[in-house]
T-cell receptor
């Protein structure tokens, strides 16, 4: 199993450009998440999904959109990139047993995004 | 608002020593706590998950404890090895009365094991 994969690994954008980050998991997980990691701030949840066709806002959703058209894929979009979105983006997934996301999250390797 | 603190931010110890990493949180009404390891330029790998009803969890040379009332967790690493060098993060999960779930991460402790 590949686990959780993310594409691309690196990307440089100019302010105002758009892009989509792709996350894929082959573990048949129901729940998927997008985080950003910034120095001195820890990981912060951007958006998450509790199943195919569903999405929900996390802690820092502004400036991002997501879609979960297929169970195995979770896309993160930046419509108009800003320098404040320079960060490392991590995708994660979990089984999501029961009503709450109580089990272990499995992380992808990350995407390093720079917005000039 | 839940805040998770990990002190120190960096720690260096000689190979073979036992060591303890600390994690403290401000809201004791947590659902569970998880310890992760992050290698440079890589994603996070889950090490141990402790449910709120548990006091500790063990995996190999790792032992994590949880004291909800004092808002603390420790990760004990026995007989440290150079391969243990990484950043260790703790994360607490809370679930509100409305069913909203939130996972809050600490900023991590960067551990270096000196051969």
């Amino acid at each position: 199993n590949a686990g959780v994969t993310q594409t691309p690994k690196f990307r440089v954008l100019k302010t105002g450009q758009s892009m989509t980050l792709l996350c894929a998991q082959d573990m048949n997980h129901e729940y998927m998440y997008w985080y950003r990691q910034d120095p001195g701030m820890g990981l912060r949840l951007i958006h998450y999904s509790v199943g195919e066709g569903t999405t929900a806002k996390g802690e820092v959703p502004d400036g991002y959109n997501v879609s979960r058209l297929k169970k195995q894929n979770f896309l993160l979009g930046l419509e108009s990139a800003a320098p404040s979105q320079t960060s490392v983006y991590f995708c994660a997934s979990s089984y999501g047993v029961g009503a709450y996301m109580t089990d272990t999250q499995y992380f992808g390797p990350g995407t390093r995004l720079t917005v000039l | 608002k839940q805040e998770v603190t990990q002190i120190p931010a960096a720690l260096s110890v000689p190979e073979g020593e036992n060591l303890v990493l600390n994690c403290s949180f401000t809201d004791s009404a947590i659902y569970n706590l998880q310890w992760f390891r992050q290698d440079p330029g890589k994603g996070l790998t889950s090490l141990l998950l402790i449910q709120s009803s548990q006091r500790e969890q063990t995996s190999g040379r790792l032992n994590a404890s949880l004291d909800k009332s004092s808002g603390r967790s420790t990760l004990y690493i026995a007989a440290s090895q150079p391969g243990d060098s990484a950043t260790y993060l703790c994360a607490v999960r809370i679930i509100s009365n409305f069913g909203n779930e939130k996972l809050t991460f600490g900023t991590g402790t960067r551990l270096t094991i000196i051969p």
